[in-house]
C-alpha cells in the first residue's frame, strides 16, 4: 500500500495550540502542495489517496480539508493517534485496527512534528533518510505492514516548491 505522511500547513499564533490556524502562506503552500503531490502520483502510476485521516487540531483539520477537496472520493476522517505527543507505535496500532480487513489504496496522514518526521523515519527504517518535514512538506511511501523499516521512499516533497526528491 502506499502512504503519504503530510505535515499541516504554515499556521499562527493563538492562545492554545491545539486551535492555531492555518496562515494565507498555510493555505496557498498547500493548495500548491496538493497539485504538484497529485501530479506526481499522476507521473508515477501511483494512486491518488483513498483515505485521509488527520490530528483533530484545528490546523491539521484545515490541512485535510484542503487536500479532501482535491480528492473528493477519499473519506476524511479525525484520528487520535495522530495528536501531538503520541508516537509511531500509536499509529501502528491504529492503522492495524482500522485496516485489518484489507487496508486503504493509499493512506494519506496529515499531523505535526515531531510525528510526522519520526513516522517517516520509522517506516523506512533509517533515521534521517528523508530531511525533516517542514510546516506543509510530504514523504510518500510503499509499505507492506506497519512496522518498523516495512518502507521504501516513493518521493518527498517541501514547500515552497515542492519538487519531488526520491
Same mark, same amino acid.
Given at each position: ?10 499556521? %499562527? !499564533? ?6 492555531? @490556524? ?9 493548495? &500548491? ?21 488527520? !490530528? ?5 483539520? $484545515? ?18 493517534? &495522530? ?7 500509536? /499509529?501502528?496500532? @491504529? ?9 486503504? $489504496?493509499?493512506?494519506? &496522514?496529515? !499531523?505535526?512534528?515531531?510525528? /510526522? ?12 533518510? /528523508?530531511?525533516?518535514?517542514?510546516? %506543509? ?10 512496522? !518498523? %523499516? ?17
Amino acid at each position: 500500500m502506499l502512504l503519504t505522511i503530510w505535515r499541516h500547513g504554515q499556521a %499562527g !499564533s493563538a492562545a492554545s495550540d491545539r486551535v492555531r @490556524e492555518l496562515t494565507a502562506q498555510g493555505r496557498a503552500d498547500i493548495g &500548491l502542495g496538493v497539485q504538484r503531490f497529485a501530479q506526481q502520483c499522476e507521473k508515477r502510476g501511483l494512486a491518488p489517496p483513498d483515505h485521509i485521516l488527520f !490530528s483533530e487540531w484545528v490546523r491539521t483539520r $484545515q490541512t485535510a480539508g484542503i487536500l479532501a477537496s482535491f480528492f473528493p472520493d477519499a473519506p476524511c476522517t479525525a484520528c487520535t493517534a &495522530l495528536v501531538p505527543g503520541r508516537y509511531p507505535a500509536d /499509529v501502528d496500532n @491504529e492503522l492495524d485496527a482500522r485496516w485489518s480487513a484489507g487496508p486503504a $489504496q493509499h493512506l494519506l &496522514l496529515v !499531523s505535526h512534528q515531531p510525528l /510526522v518526521s519520526a513516522l517517516v523515519d520509522h517506516y523506512l527504517g533509517q533515521p534521517g533518510r /528523508v530531511a525533516p518535514l517542514l510546516p %506543509g512538506g510530504l514523504a510518500t511511501l510503499q509499505l507492506d505492514v506497519f512496522a !518498523s %523499516g516495512c518502507g521504501s521512499l516513493c518521493f518527498s516533497a517541501q514547500p515552497p516548491e515542492y519538487e519531488a526528491v526520491v
